[in-house]
């Protein structure tokens, strides 16, 4: 085959070419063909791989590692580069790099006979009978499994997602329950964020097998995803008084303790397994991360930048740095902040990384630079993002059908009247944790978090394997009965009651519950609903240069914000006809203007009376988890207000596709 043919096909239909040729022997030819595809893409991961084995068995083993080297830069999670750096190890008799290259390999992949057979070996020839026992269970373990899912379960720890799950669900479909096919397909559920999916699959197979740790593990993992971290809770305690010094289970329950609002815990709970290992940058992270949510500004300033010294590129460490939108970074950080960019081996870095210099040089002032880090770390988000805009657009068009007059007319007095939530709705990057700060300030009132469990309510509604095109919600609203909406709204109340102290009223600032105030209406007839709400072209570049932790997916492109920011408006103009008076608008401009004005005007609708401390909000201590922590805690300032303006030359295609919205979004 001449180079202008390997040129033409696709280097996918090349590479089972290059398997047929190693195994048939013929090094010469194998690594030819992997150097011609490599001529095509240099990144290639199996090409690479490929012509590592050919270098070995042709004995030019110094031309093996160089191409693994090159393997590793490019691909450093790819656990069988690491295994055949090990046999090359082995072919030089150099047995402890063989060891720690096999040990690499497992460590990302255990479904590797290979490695772990050698392990066992090398351990045995240097007199480890520990090490080796140990890798001979795991090759005893392995051989117990179908050979399907050990092969299914070594493509997913590489990331062949595709190929993996091809290959469990045909397993499956033709074996039925096995226990570790079940958990390797959740695996892939939660690889993919299909957490739903993969929730389901570990509650049956610890239905099939209660006492299978490791399944368990993966379940409460899952539910610290879902925010069910009360659940999540439950699972882990036994796992604990089985494992008590079990680092991965211990960190799964400083999660959670987390997630339920016991920062000052999740704190003590981190701190303690950094004794064990104080250069973990993970655990420097999360340990900022709830320091910030308790207030302390100086201690997270410390942690993140211990992250950050612990592990190069980690790129979630300076996000979270300009994240604090009050810090600045010096001179110093920003070059290691560029430096850490042009070496960034991962998309995950490469954007928070984008994200945080965007933040960095607009803070100097240098907005042509700083718009150019923005957009390039949304095309990175939004590349590797699922967001289809259209379904939530189906979603409001069937939310304006469903939910007419005579629909809420029909179920006048249905659901459970308590008066305790508070629902703070809207766009994020609107003004809703200023509002929520305001109303946490009151001595009658619980501030929360940005609670999931209408979601979740939603979620049990529109099924399992929902038709995301035709989906059950919102027209399942129709078949309800008022039994259903009372113990929706029940089930809500006694959810939620894990994140209260007692006060009477508590919020809940999930933003995304707009899309939702006629079931919120027909469960909690009583609670009080807020819609913060933000001019559009602030609102929206707010949130284009914002990263989130999780969510919002729909924030990574100027198309899909601008959609969303309209669907929103035409979505909340409807529940003003069908529910006239049933939300407050509280617009983020007014409350600058005139803030005690405002205020009086919030606690009005909730039936509070005024309280000097809400117009004092910044002096409120509590703790308070979204992007604007550090910006409740100072007073009222306009500087929010036109910051967008700096970046106007670049924001031309917003305005045009925000259309009529940049004069509606009052009426």
Not at 133 to 145: F, K, P
Not at 446 to 475: A, C, F, K
Not at 581 to 605: H, K, P, S, T
Not at 650 to 657: R, S, T
Request: net charge negative; charged share 25%.
């Amino acid at each position: 085959m001449t180079d202008a043919e390997v040129t033409a096909a696709p280097i996918a239909s090349e590479l089972p070419r290059v398997r047929a040729l190693l195994r048939e022997q013929r090094w010469p030819q194998a690594l030819e063909l992997c150097e011609a595809l490599l001529a095509q893409d240099p990144d290639q991961r199996e090409a690479l791989l490929f012509a590592a084995i050919a270098q070995r068995f042709l004995g030019n083993i110094p031309a093996a590692l160089e191409t693994l080297a090159r393997l590793e830069q490019r691909h450093p999670r790819f656990s069988r580069l690491y295994e055949e750096r090990g046999n090359c190890f082995v072919f030089l008799k150099q047995a402890p790099q063989a060891i720690e290259a096999f040990r690499s390999a497992v460590n990302l992949n255990e479904a590797l006979p290979s490695s772990w057979r050698s392990l066992a070996i090398l351990h045995r020839m240097t007199g480890d009978k520990a090490g080796a026992d140990a890798a001979a269970r795991q090759v005893d373990t392995l051989q117990s499994l179908p050979r399907e899912v050990v092969t299914a379960m070594g493509l997913f720890a590489d990331g062949d997602l595709d190929l993996a799950e091809k290959m469990v669900r045909a397993y499956l479909l033709q074996h039925g329950h096995h226990i570790e096919a079940m958990r390797l397909l959740a695996g892939i559920g939660s690889a993919r964020k299909i957490y739903d999916d993969a929730e389901l699959l570990l509650a049956a197979v610890l239905q099939i097998a209660p006492d299978y740790r490791p399944a368990r593990q993966d379940y409460a993992a899952v539910l610290v995803e879902v925010h069910k971290y009360r659940e999540a809770r439950a699972q882990l305690e036994p796992l604990l008084a089985a494992e008590p010094d079990n680092r991965r289970f211990k960190m799964l329950y400083a999660a959670a303790a987390a997630g339920l609002g016991e920062h000052e815990r999740a704190v003590a709970l981190y701190r303690a397994l950094l004794r064990q290992e104080p250069d973990d940058a993970e655990i420097h992270l999360s340990i900022a991360h709830a320091q910030k949510t308790l207030g302390r500004r100086e201690e997270s300033i410390e942690s993140y930048r211990r992250a950050a010294s612990c592990r190069p590129n980690f790129g979630d460490a300076y996000w979270s740095l300009a994240n604090l939108k009050t810090y600045r970074f010096s001179d110093a950080e920003l070059e290691r902040l560029r430096a850490a960019e042009a070496t960034a081996a991962s998309d995950v870095d490469h954007y928070h990384l984008c994200f945080a210099l965007g933040k960095a040089l607009e803070d100097r002032g240098e907005f042509a630079e700083a718009f150019g880090w923005y957009s390039r770390g949304n095309a990175l988000k939004h590349a590797e993002s699922n967001y289809r805009p259209e379904i939530i657009e189906n979603n409001t068009r069937q939310q304006i059908a469903v939910c007419t007059p005579d629909f809420f007319a029909a179920r006048t007095g249905w659901g459970l009247d308590s008066p305790d939530p508070i629902f703070i709705v809207g766009l994020p990057r609107s003004g809703s944790t200023l509002l929520e700060q305001i109303l946490a300030s009151h001595s009658l009132v619980e501030g929360t978090q940005e609670l999931s469990n209408v979601q979740q309510i939603v979620q049990n509604m529109l099924g399992r394997d929902p038709d995301l095109d035709q989906p059950r919600y919102p027209r399942v609203l129709a078949e309800m009965s008022a039994e259903d909406f009372r113990t929706r709204g029940a089930q809500y109340l006694e959810e939620t009651r894990v994140y209260r102290s007692g006060k009477p009223l508590f919020i809940d600032k999930m933003p995304n519950n707009f899309r939702h105030i006629g079931l919120i209406h027909l469960m909690l007839p009583n609670a009080r609903i807020i819609d913060a709400r933000r001019e559009p072209m602030a609102c929206c570049f707010s949130n284009l240069k914002q990263l989130f932790a999780r969510g919002q997916e729909f924030t990574y492109s100027i198309e899909d914000i601008a959609r969303y920011y309209r669907t929103y408006l035409e979505l909340m103009r409807h529940w003003d006809r069908v529910l006239p008076g049933r939300v407050l608008r509280v617009q983020y401009e007014d409350v600058v203007q005139d803030l005690e004005g405002n205020v009086r005007r919030i606690l009005a609708f909730c039936g509070l009376e005024f309280e000097p401390a809400c117009i004092e909000f910044h002096k409120t201590a509590r703790s308070v988890r979204t992007a604007s922590s550090e910006q409740v805690r100072q007073p009222l300032n306009r500087e929010g207000l036109d910051q967008w303006k700096h970046f106007e030359p670049w924001l031309g295609p917003l305005q045009d596709a925000l259309g009529d919205a940049l004069h509606d979004y009052r009426a």
